[in-house]
């Protein structure tokens, strides 16, 4: 379906200070909803030129539309989208994106936040983890790989980080996509693929042989590279998958290094603590490491801390416990902090373990 915008003199100058009877609030919601409604003309005289648009104005009409489309903070709904506000300002009813960010420095998001929508930053002190399982929720909504333009239109309707948050915490906005499982194969090297191969072959065993079929069948899902990207880099689909098995032992080894120093690391902890010893006497060995290196890391953010309550808490099974433990009981440290700590002591990897492509199912169909 087809409309022109409406003109202005079907609906009032100022909406927001004037009611609008039930038939044309029904109408009116259903051409800001509905996105397969294609809108032809985008004049905007009605609102967009004769209104003085400022903060507080913004804000009211803010209010109003999200009346109009039964949109409530209270009821915990996504704030109103940067496309309703895009389609209503094209019906003539309030001002376009570009006007509202010429009158607000923050543009949409902000005034998200003024309406009383959770902040456009509501990510930015999240963890690594938890911003990785908000990036595959996304791609799963999408159905493909979020692009950077995708990203920056889910940062403006609050539903993800912002560009500057993604690459403060990921350094580039592929490495987010390899670690939601939608790699992008653009500017790889050899190494790369290998790393690539690698992963496949942890998933499948390290004697399986790639071949053609599952990289093709892998590069239609979006998960890898096409054989023309492999061929360039490789001068056989045997060369490939040698590179790739070595690479898969060679992560293996520098995996068992460091497993192997905290092995050290825990034993020389629990000579020296007994209490935290007797804690942990009747679990695994892998489990013993990571409530050491939990405990480890809580001390070292905290020297001042009881060591029961250390010890309790590093007890803690769920690996996102410790951060929203820390980040509730004590503000002043941020996840950032825990972090960064987390990879100085050379805990980060015993406690969320992010290798490369691991999250890439190679085995779905």
Sequence with gaps: MIVDSISSTEYPENPFDVGIDARVERELRSLVLDESILITNTSRAASENTHNWDEES?????????????ISVEDGDNPVSVIQISRAA?????????????????????????????????????????????????ADKLGRRPSTPQ??????????LSIAKIISKFDSIQNLQELIGRPSARG???DDHAEWGAAIKRQYGADTRITSGMIRKFSAQGK?????????????????????????????????QDMEFW??????????QDELANAVVELEETEIITVVARFQLINKLL???????AIRTALHDDPDYLVQWMTQYFPEIKVADIENTASIIRVFNILWPMYRFQNVDFKSI
């Design 58 to 70: 913004l804000v009211d009409y803010g209010e109003w539309l999200c009346k109009l489309l039964k």
């Design 90 to 138: 094209k019906l003539g009813v309030g001002p376009s994106r570009e006007r509202i960010e010429k009158e607000l420095d923050g543009g949409v998001p902000e005034l998200q936040e003024k309406l009383g929508f959770l902040s456009r930053d509501r990510y930015g002190d999240w963890s690594k983890q938890q911003c990785i399982e908000a990036g595959k929720a996304l």
């Design 151 to 160: 990203f920056k239109t889910a940062f403006a309707n609050g539903e993800f």
């Design 188 to 190: 790889w090297t050899a």
């Design 224 to 256: 890898g590279p096409n054989c023309k990207a492999i061929s360039k880099h490789f001068s056989s689909l045997e060369i490939f998958n040698e590179k790739a098995t070595a690479e898969y032992w060679s992560q293996l080894d520098l995996e068992e």
């Design 263 to 272: 092995r050290d690391q825990t034993k020389q902890i629990l000579d020296s």
């Design 303 to 309: 020297p001042s801390i009881e060591q029961e309550r």
